[in-house]
């Protein structure tokens, strides 16, 4: 069991960054695949970012590459996500999320991971 805090959410406007933490606490964090996801209002979930246990390996929304970073500290139990030049578009909460699964075909996808946080908001303004 691990359980997920995220913050570091708020109003920005465009063009400018945020980056978003996501605490563990529980079970050992360095044996999760972390993940964030995203959704917007009326809006399905969707994938932005993962990385492996050791951080080694990283992947990204498409349409967000070059603006976002994902990055751990396995000995902060800290997930983070970084993202520069936020667009309106880019207005949702954003999800973060744990799964043991490393499979490359699955970890773009929400139902394989098993625990997840509240959600933090983030508004983009123009």
């Known amino acids: 069991q691990v359980h997920l805090v995220e913050s570091g959410g708020g109003l920005v406007q465009a063009g400018n960054s945020l980056r978003l933490s996501c605490v563990a606490s529980g079970d050992a964090f360095s044996t999760y695949t972390m993940g964030w996801f995203r959704q917007a209002p009326g809006k399905e979930r969707e994938f932005v970012a993962s990385i492996r246990r050791n951080g080694g390996y990283t992947y990204y929304l498409e349409s967000m590459k070059g603006r976002i970073t994902i990055s751990r500290d396995n000995a902060k139990k800290t997930a983070y996500l970084q993202m520069n030049n936020l667009q309106r578009e880019d207005t949702a909460v954003y999800y973060c999320?744990?799964?043991?699964?490393?499979?490359?075909?699955?970890?773009?996808?929400?139902?394989?991971?098993?625990?997840w946080g509240q959600g933090t908001q983030v508004t983009v303004s123009s």
């Open positions: 999320a744990a799964t043991k699964t490393e499979i490359l075909s699955t970890i773009r996808s929400a139902t394989a991971y098993r625990f």
